[in-house]
């Protein structure tokens, strides 16, 4: 048995979902959401109470899809309730970002400003040097906020880049505090 996978998961009031073969949607609040469920997992929906099932809890595998979709699904109902939000801190002199329509401008000291243009369904905001992307999918702000991330990471001397707001980094002493030490 899949410890996750055999936890039922609670629709609070105002979501629905729904089963149309082998896409699941859930429909709350903030939006819509669809899944495309995997041929060995089903979706039982009994009133406001949502049941994720295998065909073999015995295998190996599926016990594993078994966790992954449920968690899924949570997931799912987590963001057409609640949403999700991902924080990002731009650490450096004259660093700066703004946010236009869909697309983010970053001044993070290349030669020119670097645009991005954000996925349907996820939003952004700024207040000062703290970047904010919002959503309802749960994967798709982590992957935006971490493709952000990824165009100027932390720089283990100064702590220059773009980091999570929270996020602890590994500092290194530079070369001056090196050769005190002989």
């Known amino acids: 048995m899949s410890r996750i996978g ?21 429909r709350g609040k903030r939006g819509e959401l669809e899944l495309a469920l995997h041929p060995a997992v089903a979706v039982i929906i009994r009133g406001q109470v949502l049941h994720v099932m ?14 992954l979709f ?8 987590e963001g057409v309730t609640n949403g999700f939000k991902k924080s990002l801190e731009l650490v450096g002199v004259g660093y700066k970002v703004s946010v236009s329509g869909q697309n983010v401008i970053l001044n993070v000291g290349f030669s020119h400003p670097v645009t991005i243009t954000l996925p349907p369904g996820v939003t ?12 309802n999918d749960k994967q798709m702000v982590g992957e935006t906020a971490a493709g952000i991330r990824r165009i ?14 929270g996020e ?9 505090a090196k050769a005190v030490g002989k």
């Open 6 to 26: 055999k936890q039922p998961v609670l629709l609070p009031d105002g979501v629905t979902a729904a089963v149309d073969g082998r896409i699941f949607r859930v």
């Open 54 to 67: 295998v065909s073999r809890p015995d295998d190996k595998d599926e016990r594993a899809l078994w966790g």
């Open 70 to 77: 449920r968690n899924l699904i949570r997931n799912m109902v």
């Open 124 to 135: 952004a905001s700024v207040e000062k040097n703290i970047l904010t992307i919002e959503g």
């Open 152 to 165: 100027k990471k932390p720089e283990p001397y100064k702590g220059k880049g773009i980091k999570y707001v």
């Open 168 to 176: 602890i980094l590994r500092r290194k002493a530079g070369k001056a």
